[in-house]
């Protein structure tokens, strides 16, 4: 059978630990056999990161960036622990976080749904994509804390113009104090990404906000999205069939939880890290959540949500059997590669990508999984199987569908 070929190289971040062994498994096995792959590589395991000062970690952002689509392998994010371990020049920042920045993009996260792995909410059928607004808010506030009687006040200076001040509290006991802020240019490239990612899924689109409350703060999230949808995205959504919808973020929980899922839940940035970890649990398992960075004008890096498993690659490391779910880093590549063969017009490719998919669920939903998903299925009959097993299980389901 010939290879499929590609026209433009994915930009491929390469990573740490376990993710990076499963990586290699996955090329190995399902990908190079059947594709002539064609990829700008990327090192960001923690070894080159430090050898090049977390340059690469910065240049695969730009390769991204100029490629339009990125796969990227778990890294690790540096803590003193790993600075030790690895002998590191410095503490580098995450690389998650680095490429956000220089990306500009939304990051959307979708659990993967198989039988046998039920969600915890029995109406959940289809999966819930949370979206994250990445900047600001509490995660770059400024606390004070007050010791006693006082008064609290927030001032604007102006560059130009007259002072203005509003009280926070006029303390007469010690207390606490925040000042968060955010900026319309990154609230509204959270709204094109959402609005975007919602036409390219066609699934509705959900946001929410505390606008009764945060009559300036939370109501300006609120009017920038109903104001970009009113003068860009009305018409696109009617024609797609699918819908925007804004809600109170309490009203929003209650309903996602009644819901039967298939939808877009934009979250400001503290309810996506709050719900994101709530939806990811419930549907039943972390390794079988996707997660894809957007830019507002429709750059896309995909990865695994997971982290590299560290546990399980100092078990690889002694030797001894491992059963790690390379689930969500397939679909990493499956996403990447579908991606790519929708913007090069390679009808081929996301075939493929199609058929890596159907074949991972497949197999799980024949009964064959790693140990993870094998102590939650509730399949009447479950083969545990290890790292390598699992993929190869898929390889041949995937080899069968391709010849087809
Ligand atoms: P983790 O790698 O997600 O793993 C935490 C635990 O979850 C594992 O020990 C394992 O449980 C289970 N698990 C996660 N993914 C699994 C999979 N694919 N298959 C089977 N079990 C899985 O989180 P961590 O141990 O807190 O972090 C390890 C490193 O990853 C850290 O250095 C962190 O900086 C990095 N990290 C990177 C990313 C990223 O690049 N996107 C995200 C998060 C964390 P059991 O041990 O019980 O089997
Ligand atoms: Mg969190």
Not at 145 to 167: A, D, H, N, Q, S
Not at 263 to 286: E, H, P, R
């Amino acid at each position: 059978m010939a290879k499929i070929q590609m026209k433009t190289p994915l930009v491929e971040m390469d990573g740490d630990e376990m993710t990076r062994i499963l990586w290699k498994m996955i090329k190995d096995e399902l990908l190079l056999p059947f594709i002539d792959l064609k990829t700008e590589y990327y090192d960001l395991g923690l070894e080159y990161r430090d050898q090049t000062n977390d340059q690469v970690t910065y240049d695969s952002a730009k390769a991204a960036l100029k490629y339009g689509v990125a796969v990227k392998c778990a890294t690790i994010t540096p803590n003193a622990a790993r600075v030790k371990e690895y002998n590191l020049k410095e503490m580098y920042k995450s690389p998650n976080g680095t490429i956000r920045a220089i990306m500009d993009g939304t990051v959307f996260r979708a659990p993967i749904i198989v039988k046998g792995i039920e969600p915890y909410v029995r109406t959940w059928k289809k999966p819930i994509t949370i979206a994250r607004h990445a900047y600001g808010d509490v995660y770059k506030a400024t606390e004070m804390k007050i010791p006693g009687p006082g008064k609290v006040e927030l001032v604007y200076t102006p560059k130009e113009g007259e002072e203005v001040r509003e009280l926070v509290h006029e303390y007469d006991c010690a207390g606490v104090a925040q000042g968060m802020h955010n900026l319309l240019p990154s609230i509204t490239s959270f709204a094109r990404s959402c609005f975007n990612y919602a036409l390219d899924t066609r699934q509705d689109l959900w946001f929410a906000t505390k606008d009764t409350i945060s009559k300036k703060y939370d109501h300006t999230f609120k009017d920038v999205f109903q104001e970009l949808y009113d003068t860009e995205y009305k018409d696109k959504f009617e024609a797609a069939g699918i819908e925007y919808f804004y809600t109170l973020i309490d009203d929003a929980v209650a309903r996602v939880v009644k819901s039967e899922g298939g939808y877009i839940w934009a979250c400001k940035n503290y309810d996506g890290d709050v719900m994101s970890d709530m939806v990811a649990t419930a549907f039943g398992s972390l390794a079988m959540m996707t997660s894809v960075l957007v830019t507002p004008d429709g750059k896309y890096e995909y990865e695994a949500a997971h982290g590299t498993v560290q546990r399980h690659y100092y078990k690889y490391l002694k030797g001894e059997e491992t059963s790690t779910n390379s689930v969500a880093t397939i679909f990493a590549w499956s996403g990447a590669l579908r991606k790519r063969g929708q913007l090069d017009e390679l009808p081929e490719l996301i075939n493929f990508a199609d058929c890596l998919e159907a074949a991972t669920i497949e197999t799980i939903e024949e009964g064959y999984m790693t140990k993870d998903l094998a102590l939650v299925s509730t399949l009447p009959e479950i083969h545990p199987l290890n790292s390598e097993e699992f993929i190869r299980a898929i390889a041949e389901r995937l080899a069968k569908k391709l010849e087809k």
